[in-house]
């Protein structure tokens, strides 16, 4: 009779702790299900942000080449501006040497100019009266203007200060 009473208690025993496997395996499929929920919505939005991201790549793959091709045309309008901008300053430069050339030429070639009465253009004009400082100090000369001036070509004489200017302005072009 012992043995019936303590068989029957094993087996309540192992009644009792099936039941709290049970318990225990159903929260935790119940997390399962629960997770697996939150997962299919996490899939879910995955697949939307894909997406968005493919239509992002492909409106910056359009937009590059729009503005690869834009910025080619560019690049090719300054190449033909500076093409021509090169033209320009050789036709100038040849231009300037061939006035350069005819002035020299014009210079050596032109008559002393005559004014009435015989006299050189210097000698002809009338001399200004001068007036003499008294008692203040003598001043030096003041320094001539430092700077790089072109040197006169066959040691001759250039002509005005435009003339100088001019062929000074030439010249760093060259």
């Known amino acids: 009779m012992w043995y019936g009473i303590i068989l029957d208690l094993i087996v309540a025993g192992l009644l009792v702790a099936t039941i709290w496997y049970c318990v225990l395996l159903n929260r935790r499929l119940t997390t399962l299900r629960d997770a697996q929920v939150e997962m299919q919505r996490l899939i879910q939005e995955f697949d939307r942000a894909t997406q968005t991201a493919q239509g992002s790549i492909s409106d910056l793959r359009r937009a590059s080449e729009k503005a690869g091709s834009e910025l080619q045309a560019r690049i090719d309008a300054a190449k033909e501006i500076g093409d021509e901008l090169a ?3 050789e036709a100038g430069n040849r231009l300037a040497e061939r006035l350069t050339e005819r002035v020299t030429d014009a210079r050596r070639t032109a008559p002393a100019p005559v004014v009435p009465g015989g006299l050189p253009p210097a000698a002809a004009m009338p001399a200004a009266p001068v007036s003499r400082p008294t008692a203040q100090p003598v001043s030096p000369p003041a320094e001539a ?5 072109a ?4 040691g001759a004489d250039r002509g005005s200060q435009a003339e100088r200017d001019l062929m000074q302005a030439l010249q ?3």
Not at 145 to 149: I, L, S, T, V
């Open 87 to 89: 033209y320009a300053v």
């Open 172 to 174: 760093r072009f060259k």
């Open 145 to 149: 203007p430092r700077g790089p001036a």
């Open 151 to 154: 040197p006169p070509r066959g």
